[in-house]
């Protein structure tokens, strides 16, 4: 088995993990490689002389059976650029603090390795949403999201006109701070606090939720991942900001977007016995009132 690693920004706590963690896939006979950005926040706790792979650029070798990722949920949303294209699993080591997306702690990973090594692990795959321009598409630093799109003001002190129009006809125009148009995936993200609906991860689904919205009666919906959302922006400034996971770009108000479900899809690895159920407890504090005990 190869694995790859994958992290950000490493405090000398994680470090320490993150090497005791090399140590024991040695010891375990399964080869691994580091992703630069890791190796070079790593190089001050490593050893004189010790050596470890490395690969570098935005696609890992094919070889890889799984590609680990040690941060928070950030980190996986920079991970599935790496891997978007390629069906490498990410296994996610919450080293932050919510960490939704993360499947293993990291004070339990060591003990979830060898069933790791033997494959013994579920694989959930999640929807992509891919995003076009129709002026200047060079202008987007990626072209898909895992958790959500977001058109946002740019300007603090007034809210944007955005035009949706669904498989070719007119939806709505939000008056609002913006709208998010997420997946299942990140239902539990950014959506989820603007009031947005919880949608399961197999659930073939995109919600678009408005951000403050001016009119009362505007409420998130749930469409089809099959449909085809394009927005067109107003506002009192010349440009608005999108974001796609955490991507951020200004785009001037004359751009059309048009955001669909993408060709491919994520894979993460989970614990075989794990569940979402069980997550959304665990992560949100569902039933911990005390009047639950005796359930």
Request: aromatic fraction near 8%.
């Given at each position: ?5 994958y ?8 470090a320490?993990?993150?090497?005791a ?10 080869d691994?490689q580091l ?11 490593l ?6 792979g490395?690969f ?6 094919n070889?890889?059976?799984?590609l680990f ?17 390629t069906?490498i ?6 080293m932050?603090?919510l960490?939704?997306l ?5 004070d339990?990973?060591l ?12 694989v ?8 076009s321009?129709?002026k ?5 630093p990626?072209h ?19 035009r949706?129009e669904l498989n ?14 997420s997946?299942?995936t990140g ?12 949608l ?13 919205p ?17 927005l067109?922006?107003m506002?009192?400034?010349p ?5 796609l996971d955490s ?11 048009r ?20 997550t959304?407890r ?6 911990v ?7």
């Amino acid at each position: 088995m190869t694995v790859g690693l994958y992290g950000q920004k490493i405090t000398a706590e994680s470090a320490a993990f993150i090497k005791a963690f090399l140590k024991t896939l040695g010891e375990k006979h399964i080869d691994f490689q580091l992703h630069e950005e890791l190796y070079t926040a790593l190089q001050a706790h490593l050893s004189p002389g010790e050596k470890v792979g490395v690969f570098s650029g935005g696609e890992p070798p094919n070889d890889l059976d799984l590609l680990f990722t040690f941060g928070g949920d950030g980190t996986i949303l920079r991970a599935a650029s790496l891997v978007y294209n390629t069906g490498i699993p990410l296994a996610g080591v919450n080293m932050g603090q919510l960490g939704f997306l993360a499947s293993y702690k990291s004070d339990e990973l060591l003990d979830h390795l060898d069933s790791i090594a033997n494959g013994e692990y579920q694989v959930s795959e999640r929807t992509l949403l891919s995003v076009s321009l129709d002026k200047n598409p060079e202008r987007l630093p990626v072209h898909f999201a895992l958790n959500e799109v977001t058109v946002s003001r740019k300007a603090i002190s007034s809210m944007i006109d955005i035009r949706a129009e669904l498989n070719g006809e007119f939806l709505n125009t939000y008056w609002a701070d913006g709208l998010i148009i997420s997946t299942p995936t990140g239902s539990t993200a950014y959506s989820l606090s603007c009031g947005g609906p919880i949608l399961m991860p197999q659930n073939d689904n995109i919600a678009l939720t408005p951000i403050a919205p001016h009119n009362l009666s505007v409420r998130p919906i749930i469409l089809s991942d099959e449909s085809e959302i394009n927005l067109q922006v107003m506002s009192r400034t010349p440009e608005f900001l999108v974001t796609l996971d955490s991507h951020r770009i200004l785009l001037d108000t004359a751009t059309e977007l048009r955001i669909k479900k993408a060709a491919c899809k994520v894979q993460i690895a989970h614990p075989r016995d794990s569940s979402f159920l069980n997550t959304l407890r665990s992560k949100l504090h569902w039933g911990v009132d005390p009047r639950n005990q005796w359930r």
